[in-house]
């Protein structure tokens, strides 16, 4: 049965998958909220481990690596934030620790962008911060390194330089959750399935982009991305 749209249908996002001509269906983009304790302090919260809470993005939001990305309206207080990003190739629910790596498909380096302004005006509010966080453009991303070349890395430098100085530094050893009991955890919110990107939590250092700016992070393992910030 052929199925006629009432409207055009939009494209399906996809983000390159490294030494190859394939790339990667974007489903939906989860996201984990400061699970670094240095980080978690600099946003003047608690460091211990308590469990890890999730917000979304569009998955149009992903934008390639190389690319300039448009600084958003409603703002005047853009961050980074630098993450690994976990591809799921499979997926399921209620998913045990001992099994989570079992769906991953392959990892990412990505920049979870944030109009920091909005979101704490959000919070002093009561509101939902989605605005903050999910608008256009707002996730850059890596090509995609598949598990075979990657592995499953649990430590390593993770870094972000802005026009050639050091924001951001840390260790994915530094997680407070990591990406089994991430992946276990979200299953229990969600179900997931292939095509699902998973932001695992920016180190502290986060700050301010403005036009002009050229950014440059990586994972040791994994890769860099780069992208420059645009005028509206």
Known sequence: MTVEYAVPAAPRPTVEVAGSALVFPVRRIFCVARNYAAHAREMGMGSGRAPPFF???????VIASGRAVPYPSRTRNL?????????????????????????????????DLTRRDVQASAKEQGHPWDAAKGFDHAAPISPIVPVARAGHPAAGRIWLEVNGKLRQQGDLADMIWSVPEII???????????????????????GPLVPGDHVQGGVDGVGVLEHSMASR
């Open 55 to 61: 917000f979304t993005k569009p998955a149009d939001a």
């Open 79 to 111: 961050h980074h934030e630098i993450e690994l990003v976990v591809a799921l190739g499979t997926g399921g629910r209620e998913v045990g620790i001992d099994a989570a790596l079992v769906l991953v498909f392959g990892y990412a380096v990505g920049n």
């Open 184 to 206: 276990a955890e979200l299953s229990t919110w969600f179900e997931l399935a292939p095509g699902d990107l998973i932001f695992t939590g920016t180190p502290a250092g986060v």
